[in-house]
């Protein structure tokens, strides 16, 4: 089969948009252009790559085969380019990092500090639940990602690196604020509370803390944001639950408290992960070097201004 990486190029522009205008307006190219190579590598490949439904163009089954080869060799295209410019010396790349919602309250800062050093880089951030992350990893969108634990069965290479301690927040006038020493955990069935959404790590480990106690909690509204969690607390409507990472400004403005529950905080840790049979693009490589070595940790060490407890 005989075909060229521009007609790759452009074809995955096409399947992208599902529109040959589009990418020729991408790719600074006339349409006629654009038309004449993706017919050129449909004629390589003896197969038609697009079918006309009504007036839009879809993909046929060849078509769909011919993009997923399209962006692994473009993958590979784009790693051969970072390899070559590392072994120049050179200290940069593209750097695509995913998060999961509740790492993006420390990821930003260790980013800033990173880019410091090695500057020049550009980035693609990605802050989403857990599930999201999984697939990513399992579709090579993401070179490096920072989320809790993964299941121990996916092909990945997995390393802790932080603690992520989780919390009962409250307003500063809960009657539970107040409580002389610990509140008993018995005490948090009599609340509601305002929870992450479920393909959430919080929502996930704080349900299987109170399951393996035989407990269920209350719960009121559910959101996918931290803040909005925080937001919620602070306007009377339940306690939260959430990584100590989340609180700061709270804390320091006394708006929120962390309230001391028996056996809390649940204690889970952040792990960076990638794909076990991948080679890391260099700036990926050293973005964890960064992370898990000495300056990393020392950005991490005090993440919180000292912390106000209540009980
Ligand atoms: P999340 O955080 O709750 O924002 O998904 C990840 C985790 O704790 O696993």
């Known amino acids: 089969m005989h075909l060229t990486l521009r ?56 078509g769909r085969e011919m993009l997923d080869y399209a962006r692994r060799i473009g993958q590979e295209l784009q790693e051969l380019d970072d390899v070559m410019a590392s072994l120049r010396g050179v200290r940069r790349g593209h750097l695509r990092l995913s998060v999961a919602t509740t790492a993006n309250s420390f990821a930003t800062r260790i980013l800033a500090a990173f880019s410091q050093r090695y500057q020049g880089t550009t980035y693609s951030l990605d802050v989403t639940n857990r599930k ?26 997995v390393q802790p690196f932080m603690e992520n301690p989780l919390v009962v927040v409250a307003h500063p006038d809960h009657p539970l604020a107040a409580h002389p020493g610990p509140v008993p955990l ?21 349900e299987r803390f109170f399951d393996e106690r035989g407990m269920q909690l209350r719960t009121g509204i559910e959101t996918t944001s931290n803040s909005a969690i925080k937001h919620a607390v602070e306007a009377g409507l339940g306690l939260g639950i959430v990584s100590i990472h989340t609180l700061d400004l709270e804390l320091q403005a006394g708006a929120l408290v962390i309230l001391d ?40 060490r005090h993440p919180l201004p000292p912390q106000k407890a209540a009980g």
């Open 7 to 62: 007609q790759l190029t452009l074809f995955e522009s096409v399947a992208r948009h599902l529109s040959f205008t589009r990418a020729a307006e991408e790719l600074h190219l006339s349409q006629p252009a654009v038309s004449m190579q993706v017919r050129q590598l449909e004629e390589s490949a003896g197969l038609p790559l697009f079918e006309k439904i009504g007036k839009r163009i879809q993909l046929t089954e060849a």
């Open 132 to 157: 999201t992350l999984l697939d990513q990893l399992s579709n090579n969108e993401t070179d490096i990602v920072i989320m809790g634990k993964p299941p121990d069965d996916a092909d990945l290479a």
């Open 186 to 206: 018995a005490a948090l069935q009599e609340e509601v509370f305002v929870v992450r959404e479920r393909q959430s790590g919080t929502r996930i480990a704080m």
């Open 261 to 300: 529950v028996e056996g809390f905080p649940i204690l889970r840790h952040w792990h960076l992960v990638h794909c076990q049979g991948k080679r890391l693009p260099p700036i990926a490589e050293a973005f964890r070097q960064f992370l898990t070595g000495e300056e990393g940790r020392y950005l991490l």
